[in-house]
């Protein structure tokens, strides 16, 4: 009689995975656990993984490149590309002006969904100005659309432009309509024709 209960406390044989149960497994362990050399060598900024970047160079003029990262709800993020001729100065920027001509980009308050205050802007109009020593470059909107945001950090932080522009120095946030962002996306060029370009980013 023991030794009926002991054979029936005993564990049940386990079953063999089927060959498909097995491939399953192995297709798991290689989203959970890739292989060391397929990863890149640094994980992607928040800007590579949030946004899709373009640049435009020599936006009216020659060295004025940009860039505008587009993120997936249509907001544009627009500032000044690495290659900007504003970087080649000696000293760095300095200051930053939105008062261009008959609108001081940074008096402007956008409230609520509808976006009341903003301003409709072209691609070619005037953002703010730079200045680097006695010498000041217009940055443009290179987008058409509805001005959200300018960072009027840089107001205060002109620095931010020669340690992150493409972060923390970005310049303004602009909402532009899906057809007038389609006329325009052509114009632009892609990450790595930008770097086959001007050979740095």
């Known amino acids: 009689m023991m030794a009926e209960d002991a054979s029936a406390l005993e564990a049940p044989p386990l079953e063999r995975p089927s060959p498909r149960e097995a491939t399953l497994d192995d297709e798991t362990r290689a989203l959970v656990v890739p292989d060391a050399a397929d990863l890149p060598a640094s994980p992607p900024s928040a800007v590579e993984a949030n946004f899709a970047r373009y640049y435009i160079s020599d936006f009216m003029n020659p060295g004025h490149d940009q860039y505008v990262y587009r993120h997936p709800n249509g907001l544009c993020v627009v500032g000044l590309a690495p290659a900007h001729v504003a970087f080649k100065e000696e000293g760095g ?14 008096e402007m308050k956008v409230t609520g969904k509808r976006k009341r205050n903003a301003q409709h802007l072209q691609e070619n109009s005037a953002l703010c100005k730079v200045c680097v020593n006695d010498k000041s470059f217009v940055v443009r ?3 058409k659309g509805s001005l959200l945001e300018i960072n009027d950090r840089l107001i205060k932080q002109p620095d931010l432009l020669n340690t992150a522009a493409d972060r ?6 602009f909402q532009p309509k899906p057809a007038d962002w389609l006329k325009i996306k052509d114009k632009f060029l892609s990450y790595e024709d930008y770097r086959n370009l001007r050979g740095a980013c």
């Not at 920027?93 to 940074?106: C, E, L, P, Q, Y």
């Not at 923390?168 to 946030?173: D, K, N, V």
């Open 93 to 106: 920027i300095t200051a930053v002006d939105f008062n261009v001509g008959k609108s001081d980009r940074s």
């Open 141 to 143: 909107c290179c987008v």
């Open 168 to 173: 923390e120095g970005y310049i303004a946030i």
